[in-house]
T-cell receptor, first 114, second 112 residues
Framework: DADVTQTPRNRITKTGKRIMLECSQT?????MYWYRQDPGLGLRLIYY???????NKGEISDGYSVSRQAQAKFSLSLESAIPNQTALYFC?????????????FGPGTRLLVL | QKEVEQDPGPLSVPEGAIVSLNCTYSNSAFQYFMWYRQYSRKGPELLMY????GNKEDGRFTAQVDKSSKYISLFIRDSQPSDSATYLCAMTRSGSARQLTFGSGTQLTVLP
């Protein structure tokens, strides 16, 4: 089974709709992240959480919100979707012990906002 | 100007070629440098990890960091069709809140 899972894998929605993307992990990591990937722009950080009570905005948080329901679960919400939020969304986890902090990515959610 | 610049390609090479992928960056505070590989319709996975300047070799892959020039490279020797993927450079500062800054990725195709 995959260590980091994302649901749904694909989603089509309409402008103005509220949607939630979910992420679950079995790696036991405290740190979790949400990124979006756009052609030519690479991965950009939306929100990150270092534990259940610690939520931080990333580079591009406007229009998004998150919820850390448990150590293993981190959800991303688009309160009112707009077409320029069409992108590939990735969840990631990391374990900060030691000097090497590897981020482990889920398979991604492809979102299309019409 | 982006903090990390990476040529998006696409780059197409014949099997067995040596591939060179590069990133430049502007923030001298970056200390940790990574290369991620992303296959089509998959999430990125860590390929190489380097701290500060120098070289690191792992099989057919070599990562180089030149902090004086703010330039990092990934070399792939004896490239294989299975190396066809998008390669993303990433880097971060030292400290407890190590947010990664990614390059835009270079799409590589190795032709059999």
């Amino acid at each position: 089974d995959a260590d980091v899972t994302q649901t749904p894998r694909n989603r089509i929605t309409k402008t103005g709709k509220r949607i939630m993307l979910e992420c679950s992990q079995t790696k036991g990591h405290d740190r979790m992240y949400w990124y979006r990937q756009d052609p030519g722009l690479g991965l950009r950080l939306i929100y990150y959480s270092f534990d259940v009570k610690d939520i931080n905005k990333g580079e591009i948080s406007d229009g998004y919100s998150v919820s850390r329901q448990a150590q293993a679960k981190f959800s991303l919400s688009l309160e009112s979707a707009i077409p320029n939020q069409t992108a590939l969304y990735f969840c990631a986890t990391s374990d900060p012990t030691g000097n090497r902090e590897t981020q482990y990515f889920g398979p991604g959610t492809r979102l299309l906002v019409l | 100007q982006k903090e990390v610049e990476q040529d998006p390609g696409p780059l197409s090479v014949p099997e067995g070629a040596i591939v060179s992928l590069n990133c430049t960056y502007s923030n001298s505070a970056f200390q940790y440098f990574m290369w991620y590989r992303q296959y089509s319709r998959k999430g990125p996975e860590l390929l190489m990890y380097t701290y500060s300047s120098g070289n690191k070799e792992d099989g057919r892959f070599t990562a180089q960091v030149d902090k004086s020039s703010k330039y990092i490279s990934l070399f792939i020797r004896d490239s294989q069709p299975s190396d066809s993927a998008t390669y993303l450079c990433a880097m971060t500062r030292s400290g407890s809140a190590r947010q990664l800054t990614f390059g835009s990725g270079t799409q590589l195709t190795v032709l059999p």
